[in-house]
């Protein structure tokens, strides 16, 4: 399956940004979905999951609340919705599918296949 992320730019702090990634190659409701990032000089992260059907999500405990994931399996697509954005959500963000578990997890490691990364800029 290939991922392609979009949505990302410049935006204020306390604005709204909402990322997309599309699956192709395979119907991304074979797979569990997550979005990662990775700030300036530092790891990559987890910020939220979903799984297969969208009935189950995970998020880091920071941002739920301000981020929410969804999927439209139809359109083999999976949102990440940012809301009340700050200049430390600056990041590259980075959708990932896991092709072998329906439970939402948040080890990189367990994703299999891996967008390009779109970026997201918040300034202050």
């Known amino acids: 399956v290939q991922l392609q992320a979009s949505g990302g730019g410049l935006v204020q702090a306390g604005g709204s940004a909402r990322l997309s990634c599309e699956a192709s190659?395979?119907?991304?409701?074979?797979?569990?979905m997550a979005w990662f990032r990775q700030p300036p000089g530092n790891e990559r992260e987890f910020v939220a999951a979903?799984?297969?059907?969208?009935?189950?999500?995970y998020y880091v405990g920071a941002l739920k609340g301000r981020f929410t994931i969804s999927r439209d399996n139809a359109k083999n697509t999976v949102y990440l919705q940012m809301n009340s954005l700050k200049p430390e959500d600056t990041a590259t963000y980075y959708c990932?599918?896991?092709?072998?578990?329906?439970?939402?997890?948040?080890?990189?490691?367990?994703?299999?296949?891996w967008g390009q990364g779109t970026q997201v800029t918040v300034s202050s």
């Open positions: 190659g395979r119907t991304s409701s074979s797979y569990s």
């Open positions: 979903i799984s297969r059907g969208g009935g189950s999500t």
């Open positions: 990932a599918a896991d092709r072998s578990s329906d439970i939402p997890r948040r080890q990189p490691g367990s994703y299999d296949y």
